[in-house]
């Protein structure tokens, strides 16, 4: 039996910082092309080797002259000059400006000989026979840009860690140069390991337990964000074997190693034996949550650290601790920084002694001030990715964060902002184009009953509630429509379903949607009808159903089990089985009200939703199973 590993003494998310920075990541400076230095940063000084411009040239269209030929010369007592000739950019003057005369000159074309100055077209005319007259009088270097003006030959340009935005490859343009001296990009391979993992594309078998690997893309994104070259390998099982020749693999080739999964205190967990065999290992367990179980070490010549395996922690650990590493290596500069303050829209507890990296997302009251609720489906929700907004730091000795306390979020990006709308509440297919139309809305489809909850704690702006509703709470109605509702079965309906009793009567195996949902609610009060009909309690009906506890989450869910073959009926909407080419039968009709937070009535994008559904019908068009209320 493998020796479980423990974790005993947790680090200081300091030790974790100073432990990551202690590692060599830093690759050799390397050369360019200039089209592929945008977002590279600069390793050495480039000094000018010629002028820029390299010759004396007009800034304006009009005529070069010699401006003591203008001295004097106003709207009242214009000068004339005679015209000698014209300069047109690109091209080399062929006429000298000699005492007396001017030349006609083109926005950056060559001064003249002669010439120290340059009147505007505006302020001449023309008076035949090549006499031009000036009606204001210039000093020398009047609309002209001298040689050099922009940048003198052995001048210093651009210094040693510049990032290379368009205006540096601009100005490195003009100084001719075609390959560039920059920092190298650290090579970060990304190793996610866990033999449930499929790469997105692949043909994926929920029934063995597999799942898409999320880690290695995000983090991926997260290292080329952060300056470094993101470098994919296979997911490695969990075989000791072969997670060591891909972790050896990506040591011999990267600069740094990242892996997720397999580092918490687990007997199938490996990996920390193969640091401890092939390297180092300097820490094993960060006193901070999420994402406890971090490595940190260094295998063969590169460095190496462990994520958690559950995707919000994986991302977390990385933006907290390794991002800045991998920044400082590529020399790209700390982001902008990307922290607002908030009130806690509702009390959180903690107290669990360790530093807290609380996921939270942003919601704007009706004044504008910012709300700040927690984001927590739990590690493993890939969701909570998209959710929340930022990360507040809650301190290990706090037990609690109150209601209306202030605090700051550090953001997940410098453009992150609160959605215009965050609604949550009933799964809907009209909903959801109805959604569409509102702009930068947030939607959770968390279920009628638990959308009231949220909405009764004051957090989001709307609730979409379905069906009937056990526990009413302080809101106002904003509109709705009314969709059929009942049981989705194959096409043909083979079983002969009738309805409810169909359920009871028969030997079906059934898909229900979970509690939260109107549409379980709807299909309850139902079955309570037929229980009252045959006079029996509605329990003893429900124990007769196979697979009325059997509940999935989303509308489609239940249809999709059928379709699949794993039910023989499912609650749902006739617009589903419509359009999954399934069979239906109605158990009647539902309303799906939309109730807003009394506290945002005014707040303007409660106004928008509320012109639109005065207008749905329109986003009900082609959807089978719709009305309005």
Not at 132 to 144: M, N, Q
Not at 245 to 259: I, P, Y
Not at 338 to 367: F, H, K, N, Q, S
Not at 579 to 594: A, I
């Amino acid at each position: 039996m493998t020796e479980r590993k423990e974790f005993r003494d947790l680090a200081d998310p300091e030790d974790a910082h100073a432990a990551i920075a202690s590692l060599a990541l830093e690759p050799e400076p390397e050369a360019v092309p200039l089209a592929e230095a945008g977002g590279r940063v600069l390793a050495e000084r480039v000094d000018a080797d010629l002028d820029v411009p390299g010759f004396d040239r007009a800034s304006m269209d009009g005529y070069a002259v010699r401006a003591k030929d203008t001295f004097g010369a106003d709207e009242a007592d214009p000068v004339t000059l005679d015209l000698v000739g014209e300069v047109h950019a690109g091209a080399e003057p062929d006429v000298t400006v000699e005492p007396g005369t001017c030349a006609e000159i083109s926005t950056g074309a060559v001064m003249p000989p002669g010439a120290d100055a340059a009147v505007i077209v505006e302020r001449t005319d023309e008076l035949g026979d090549d006499r031009i007259e000036i009606r204001t009088a210039v000093a020398p270097g009047d609309s002209v840009m001298f040689a050099g003006a922009d940048i003198a030959a052995g001048a210093r340009a651009l210094g040693p860690g510049t990032l290379l935005t368009p205006r540096e490859i601009g100005l490195l343009s003009a100084l001719g140069r075609d390959e560039v001296p920059v920092r190298g990009r650290p090579r970060v391979g990304i190793v996610s390991t866990g033999d449930e993992l499929v790469r997105p594309g692949e043909t994926l078998h929920s029934a063995r337990g597999q799942i898409y690997d999320v880690n290695s893309y995000t983090i991926a994104a997260g290292v080329e964000e952060a300056g470094g070259e993101a470098v994919l390998y296979p997911h490695a099982g969990d075989d000791y074997d072969e997670m060591e020749r891909l972790l050896v693999q990506a040591s011999e080739e990267c600069d740094l190693v990242l892996s997720s999964g397999s580092t918490s205190a687990s007997a199938v967990d490996v990996i920390y034996r193969v640091i401890e065999d092939r390297g180092e290992l300097l820490l094993h367990g960060v006193a901070v949550k999420p994402g406890k179980p971090m490595l940190v070490g260094r295998l063969d010549s590169s460095a190496y650290v462990g994520l958690p395996g559950y995707p919000v922690s994986a991302l977390t650990i990385y933006r907290t601790f390794v991002a800045p590493a991998v920044r400082r290596a590529a020399g790209v500069p700390e982001p902008q920084t990307a922290t607002v303050r908030g009130r806690m829209a509702v009390r959180e507890r903690y107290g669990e002694g360790r530093m807290r990296l609380m996921p939270v997302g942003l919601v704007e009251d009706e004044e504008g001030e910012t709300l700040v609720y927690p984001v927590d489906k739990g590690s493993g929700a890939t969701t909570s990715l998209v959710e929340a907004d930022g990360i507040v730091e809650v301190h290990p000795d706090t037990e609690y964060l109150a209601e209306g306390e202030a605090v700051d979020v550090l953001l997940f990006s410098p453009d992150v902002r609160p959605p215009s709308l965050f609604g949550v509440g009933e799964d809907d297919p009209l909903l959801n184009r109805l959604l569409d139309r509102l702009g930068t809305t947030r939607y959770l489809p968390v279920g009628s009953r638990e959308g009231l909850r949220r909405l009764r704690d004051g957090v989001p702006d709307v609730a979409v509630v379905a069906g009937p509703v056990e526990r009413d709470v302080n809101a106002v109605d904003l509109g709705g429509w009314r969709r059929e509702w009942g049981l989705v079965v194959p096409d043909g309906n083979p079983a002969g379903v009738e309805g409810v009793a169909s359920l009871v009567d028969d030997d079906l195996r059934f898909v229900n949607r979970d509690s939260n949902s109107g549409l379980r609610t709807s299909l309850g009060t139902a079955v309570a009808d037929l229980a009252d009909e045959r006079g029996v309690s509605r329990r003893d009906l429900v124990a007769e159903i196979h697979g009325f506890d059997r509940s999935v989450k989303a509308s489609e869910s239940p249809a999709r089990r059928v379709l699949a073959g794993d039910a023989d009926a499912g609650v749902g909407l006739r617009t589903t089985a419509d359009r999954l080419g399934l069979g239906f039968v109605s158990l009647g009709w539902q309303d799906v009200r939309v109730r807003v937070n009394p506290d945002r009535t005014e707040k303007s994008s409660v106004d928008v939703l509320r012109t639109a559904l005065d207008n749905v019908g329109h986003d009900a068009d082609g959807l089978v199973g719709y009305e309005t209320a």
